[in-house]
Every structure is written in structure tokens, then in C-alpha cells.
């Protein structure tokens, strides 16, 4: 091989190596950085014709985790407005209207709407929306968050135990706890989605207030939840959320096996 071809090729592998040793750190400094966990509401009804979209969008922001850096975690809050005009949602449930007037009350919006979107519990927008979707989440992903840990999970006699802890918080916030649905399906008979089939994930069906923890203190709570008959498979996610449901501070999730 000619001397100037030994040359450039040593050169090149001189290179590659410098390349290697440079690069190194800085992606193993990436990959031992969690993603922040972002919590993704969405308020809904199967008896909206404009949800099933925004539905079929929580879907895909839960199965791709399409954000870099960012852990989504995803809440399906079915509402009970929609309940009098032709079809009963089975997974509504009031509380879940109750929590979507106090995000239009906190967020200056005349009135509630389906589908709407929250995202940790700052940004709101048209659940079906997927560009205001992904520069919210994108927004997020850059806040600080508190580390929020969920341990010693039992089931047993139809009851949820686990224990939530968090280190210390930047300021007070109200622990919220949530079993919800990993995924579910309902053959719509009337209303305006009558004769379509929807599916859901992450079905809110027990949302419970844990307690408060003060600003500057850690915070550990021992939650039980109902869990009831089902044998369909659970998450439960814990997360933190200033006063008067304010920005969430943090939040985690695991899978519950019966």
C-alpha cells in the first residue's frame, strides 16, 4: 500500500479513537440521567364524537414515548357531562368533572370542554392537539422535579397497598394517588359515537387525596385504594401537585399485579 494510504488510514483511526474518548462521557452522562416524569391528563367522554382522536393520541404518547428525556405518564379522567345526552360512560365518574372545573377555574377558561389536555397541571389545550401536545411535554421535560418513589406494593382482599415517599420538597404540595385501568374497550350503542368501538388507556378509577407535605420536608405515606373484583392489569401513579391543583412537582408510576 502506498505510504501516503498507510498514512491517511492510520489518521483516520487516530481520529475515530479521539472521536470515541471525547464522546464517551458525555453519553454515558446521558444515559445514567432518568427521563423527568411529565403526567399527561386528559378529560374525555365516550359520548363526544370529537374524543375518540385525542384518545387514540393519549394511546400513542403512552406506547411510543415519543418526548427524549421525558417520562410520560399518562391519566384517562372520563367525565359525566356527556352522561344525559344518549350514552352512559361506564369509567365517568363526577369527581372527574369536579377536577376538570378547578383546572378551568385555576387556568382562566370561561368553561370545561372535551377533549382537553393537562399538561403537569400547567398547560392545557385540545386533547387531539399533537404539535401543542409535544411542545408542552417538551416544556416540561426541562422543569425540576422532586423524586417521588413507590414501594411495598400488596394486593390482597381486593386492597392496594403500597408506600409513596418523596425527598424534599421545594415547596408544599397534596400527595394524589390514582389506580387506574392499564387499558379498556367499550362497544358505544348510542350517542354520538353509537356504533363505534373505543379504546382507552390508563383509565382513572380510584383518584385519592394522600395527604400534604410540607415545603422543604421529605414526605413518606402509607396509601391503601380499593382495587375490587378486577383481574385486569393496574398502574398506580402517585404524584405531587401544588395547592388548588397548581403545577405537579413530580410523579411515578408502577405496574400493579394481581
Given at each position: 500500500?502506498p505510504e501516503?494510504?498507510?498514512?491517511?488510514?492510520l489518521?483516520?483511526?487516530?481520529?475515530?479513537?479521539?472521536?470515541?474518548?471525547?464522546?464517551?462521557p458525555?453519553?454515558?452522562?446521558?444515559?445514567?440521567?432518568p427521563?423527568?416524569?411529565?403526567?399527561?391528563?386528559?378529560?374525555?367522554?365516550?359520548?363526544?364524537?370529537?374524543?375518540?382522536?385525542?384518545?387514540?393520541?393519549?394511546?400513542?404518547?403512552?406506547?411510543t414515548?415519543?418526548?427524549?428525556?421525558?417520562?410520560?405518564?399518562?391519566?384517562?379522567?372520563h367525565?359525566?357531562y356527556?352522561?344525559?345526552?344518549?350514552?352512559?360512560?361506564?369509567?365517568?365518574?363526577?369527581?372527574?368533572?369536579?377536577?376538570?372545573?378547578?383546572?378551568?377555574?385555576?387556568?382562566?377558561?370561561?368553561?370545561?370542554?372535551?377533549?382537553?389536555m393537562?399538561?403537569?397541571?400547567?398547560?392545557?389545550?385540545?386533547?387531539?392537539?399533537?404539535?401543542?401536545?409535544?411542545?408542552?411535554?417538551?416544556?416540561?421535560?426541562?422543569?425540576?422535579?422532586?423524586?417521588?418513589r413507590?414501594?411495598?406494593?400488596?394486593?390482597?382482599?381486593?386492597?392496594?397497598?403500597?408506600?409513596?415517599?418523596?425527598?424534599?420538597?421545594?415547596?408544599k404540595?397534596?400527595?394524589?394517588v390514582?389506580?387506574?385501568?392499564?387499558?379498556?374497550?367499550?362497544?358505544?350503542?348510542?350517542?354520538?359515537?353509537?356504533?363505534h368501538?373505543?379504546?382507552?388507556?390508563?383509565?382513572?378509577?380510584n383518584?385519592?387525596?394522600?395527604?400534604?407535605?410540607?415545603?422543604?420536608?421529605?414526605?413518606a405515606?402509607?396509601?391503601?385504594?380499593?382495587?375490587?373484583?378486577?383481574?385486569?392489569?393496574?398502574?398506580l401513579?402517585?404524584?405531587?401537585?401544588?395547592?388548588?391543583?397548581?403545577?405537579v412537582?413530580?410523579?411515578?408510576?408502577?405496574?400493579?399485579?394481581?
Amino acid at each position: 500500500m502506498p505510504e501516503n494510504l498507510v498514512f491517511s488510514a492510520l489518521t483516520r483511526v487516530i481520529i475515530a479513537a479521539v472521536c470515541a474518548i471525547a464522546v464517551g462521557p458525555v453519553a454515558l452522562l446521558a444515559a445514567d440521567n432518568p427521563p423527568t416524569p411529565v403526567l399527561v391528563e386528559l378529560f374525555t367522554s365516550e359520548g363526544c364524537s370529537s374524543c375518540p382522536p385525542a384518545d387514540a393520541l393519549l394511546r400513542t404518547l403512552d406506547n411510543t414515548q415519543p418526548i427524549p428525556g421525558a417520562q410520560l405518564i399518562v391519566l384517562s379522567e372520563h367525565v359525566d357531562y356527556w352522561d344525559d345526552l344518549g350514552w352512559r360512560d361506564p369509567f365517568s365518574s363526577h369527581q372527574f368533572t369536579q377536577r376538570q372545573a378547578a383546572y378551568a377555574d385555576r387556568l382562566r377558561l370561561a368553561t370545561s370542554y372535551t377533549p382537553q389536555m393537562v399538561v403537569d397541571g400547567g398547560t392545557q389545550f385540545v386533547g387531539s392537539d399533537r404539535s401543542r401536545a409535544a411542545q408542552a411535554i417538551e416544556s416540561a421535560r426541562g422543569a425540576a422535579k422532586t423524586i417521588l418513589r413507590i414501594t411495598n406494593i400488596t394486593v390482597e382482599n381486593g386492597k392496594l397497598r403500597a408506600h409513596v415517599e418523596s425527598d424534599a420538597l421545594p415547596q408544599k404540595a397534596e400527595l394524589f394517588v390514582a389506580l387506574v385501568l392499564n387499558h379498556a374497550q367499550s362497544q358505544v350503542l348510542r350517542g354520538e359515537n353509537g356504533g363505534h368501538r373505543l379504546e382507552h388507556v390508563a383509565v382513572v378509577r380510584n383518584l385519592t387525596s394522600a395527604g400534604n407535605a410540607a415545603k422543604g420536608a421529605s414526605f413518606a405515606k402509607d396509601v391503601t385504594l380499593t382495587m375490587g373484583p378486577s383481574t385486569e392489569q393496574h398502574r398506580l401513579i402517585a404524584f405531587l401537585q401544588e395547592p388548588n391543583q397548581g403545577k405537579v412537582l413530580g410523579a411515578a408510576q408502577v405496574t400493579v399485579e394481581k
